[in-house]
């Protein structure tokens, strides 16, 4: 099993949809959370982090469920411009090894 | 302009050819690592380091090599490269361990023939 599985997708949504990601977790000793964006051939690019919280930032909105070792991404009013792949990172306290998830392909059709 | 910068960006090569990598950062990062991401796979981080002459395996270091002479720069070095190792290779780096976001280099294509 890996240690971070996401959605296998491809989500394909039309414009003004609300599409929802999710993402579990295998090892707790992952503490920090985030979700990325990459383009295709491109590189990643932090899109935001993940707090047991909540974290919303415009259109999106991340949640951590320690419990249930658990991550959600929430894309609200999705336009052209958020088809990527989305991709759910781990990162281990005190250091820099950092897990991936495969990624997530999402399609926003006009 | 802050960055992370790779060379080559493509690069095809024989079995057996040795070959560098380089990775440098003009932001006076702490943390610099190396992955590789595959379909299907993701990427998976091969060496990391979290500052100079301090290097870590990730999940994947087998076939490689690294060093961290200097702050800005970290090479990945295969000494002996082998067809399963072509893939689209990230350098990326980080300020320190309190700080969050990656910044990652724009990849480096490697095909080994």
């Known amino acids: 099993r890996k240690e971070v599985e996401q959605d296998p997708g491809p989500f394909n949504v039309p414009e003004g949809a609300t599409v929802a990601f999710n993402c579990t977790y295998s090892?707790?000793?992952?503490?920090?959370f985030f979700w990325y964006r990459q383009d295709c051939r491109k590189e990643p690019k932090l899109l935001m982090s993940?707090?047991?919280s909540g974290n919303e930032d415009g259109r999106f909105t991340a949640q951590l469920n320690r419990a249930s070792q658990y991550i959600s991404l929430l894309i609200r009013d999705s336009k052209l411009s958020d088809s990527a792949t989305y991709l759910c990172?781990?990162?281990?306290?005190?250091?820099?090894?950092?897990?991936f998830g495969a990624g997530t392909r999402l399609f926003v059709k006009a | 302009e802050a960055q992370v910068t790779q060379n080559p960006r493509y690069l095809i090569t024989v079995t057996g050819k040795k070959l560098t990598v380089t990775c440098s950062q003009n932001?006076?990062?702490?943390?610099m690592s190396w992955y590789r991401q595959d379909p299907g796979l993701g990427l998976r981080q091969i060496y990391y380091?979290?500052?100079?002459?301090?290097?870590d395996k990730g999940d994947v270091p087998e076939g490689y090599k690294v060093s961290r002479k200097e702050k800005r720069n970290f090479p990945l070095i295969l000494e002996s490269p082998s067809p399963n190792q072509t893939s689209l290779y990230f350098c990326?780096?980080?300020?320190?361990?309190?700080?969050?976001?990656?910044?990652f280099g724009p990849g480096t294509r490697l095909t080994v023939l």
């Open positions: 990172v781990g990162v281990y306290t005190g250091g820099f090894k950092t897990i």
């Open positions: 090892n707790s000793a992952s503490q920090s």
């Open positions: 380091s979290m500052n100079v002459e301090v290097t």
């Open positions: 990326a780096s980080r300020g320190g361990a309190t700080t969050i976001e990656q910044f």
């Open positions: 993940v707090y047991s």
């Open positions: 932001m006076n990062h702490e943390y």
